[in-house]
């Protein structure tokens, strides 16, 4: 095991960057054969195939209480964590959750949470297995954290794509951030892309029927924006990539936008928790017909991988030119 996996570019990964030297230098060696894969993939993988992650949902930051109720904001938390799972192609076994609520009315949003959390977690395979509870002082935000707990025999990571690779999506893109940007206008998105930022499909399932179906090279889940995490799966694996513009699924919401903020949505809104895989040229063409039966959305090939570093973006006309990768979401600009 490498200590970690190259991250792409951006304020919040060069903070990390920091603290994953700072443990290499300062921390435990770890136990021979304990930690399979350390930070800087999706998840973590530890001896015996099981993969941990851990995702945190906070108040003004990720979310706000007018767009979602406490119900559909804990299991919009679960689905989020259980989506780096989904990432390594592993199996989810169980949550734990760590809340920290005001004190007023604590009881009963922590009721609601919790609700959203417990359902959401069975209709993927997963449990509840404990958690935190913690006051907070009147008007700091609410903080929800979601450790999964998944696995594998073979998990996916984002270090494995080869030049010559096709790269290919789960699903469609740029819903969940056309709900935030109509929000954020003081206006109610449309409710397929309310659903789309709400309740968002992690695609556990997805992932694993790929896995055992296709040699899968390298995954990493859209959480921060298409072309910032294909940067770190460039980076990872020491790769060039390439997405096609045009062809990258949009949600439906996107066909009456501009085509600047269609586009803008589609390749760094972010938040759509779909999948973008590398495969071996030409193995998917069998698989994609009984991808959309078994799940009732396509698998679209978006690009390729090449020789190079950093990401590169192919406009309809054939042209291509190198982007930033740093256009996605970022906590620390």
């Keep these: ?31 021979p054969g304990a930690v399979l894969i350390g930070p800087g993939d999706d ?29 559909e904001l804990g299991g919009r938390a679960v689905r989020a964590a259980l989506s ?10 169980g949550v734990l ?7 007023e009315g604590g009881a009963a949003v922590i009721a609601d949470l919790m609700q959203g959390a417990i359902e959401t977690a069975a209709t993927f395979g997963a449990q509840v297995l404990g958690g935190d509870l913690s006051r907070l002082p009147e008007g700091a935000p609410l ?31 740029g819903g ?31 992932a694993q ?20 995490d294909a940067g770190h799966m460039s980076a990872a ?35 759509d928790y779909e999948v973008l895989v590398a495969l071996p040229p030409g193995a998917a063409e069998e698989i994609r017909e009984l991808y959309s039966e078994a799940f009732g959305t396509g698998l679209v090939r978006v690009g390729n991988v090449r020789r190079g570093a950093g990401v590169a973006i192919r406009t309809g006309d054939g042209e291509l030119s190198v982007v930033n990768s740093r256009t996605g979401y970022n906590h620390f600009r």
């Excluded at 015996?48 to 119900?71: A, K």
């Excluded at 690779?165 to 699903?171: A, K, P, Q």
């Excluded at 659903?195 to 499909?201: E, K, L």
């Design 143 to 173: 903080v929800m954290d979601v450790v999964a707990l998944g696995r594998t025999a073979k998990p996916l990571v984002r270090s494995g794509a080869e030049p010559g690779d096709e790269l290919f999506l789960t699903g469609p893109l």
């Design 1 to 31: 095991m490498s200590w970690s996996t190259p991250l792409g570019g951006g304020g919040e990964f060069e903070v990390l960057r920091q603290v994953f030297e700072q443990a290499r230098q300062k921390g435990g060696v770890p136990k």
């Design 43 to 71: 998840a973590a993988v530890v001896e015996g195939g099981w993969v941990i992650s851990t995702d945190q949902m906070v108040e003004r930051v990720h979310f706000r209480t007018e767009w979602l109720s406490y119900v």
């Design 237 to 271: 694996s020491g790769v060039g990539i390439v997405i096609d513009v045009p062809a990258v699924p949009r949600h439906p919401v996107l066909r009456d936008m501009a085509a600047v903020e269609a586009d803008r949505l589609a390749l760094s809104g972010g938040e």
């Design 97 to 103: 959750t760590s809340i920290a609520v005001r004190e």
């Design 209 to 228: 029927w790929l896995a055992e179906r296709v040699d899968l090279h390298a995954g990493i889940d859209i959480s921060d924006g298409l072309l910032s």
């Design 84 to 93: 780096d799972l989904a990432a390594m192609a592993a199996e989810p076994v």
């Design 176 to 206: 969940a951030a056309a709900a935030v940007a109509t929000w954020e206008q003081g206006r109610e998105p449309e409710p397929s892309a309310r659903s789309a930022f709400v309740t968002p499909t992690p695609r556990t399932r997805e």
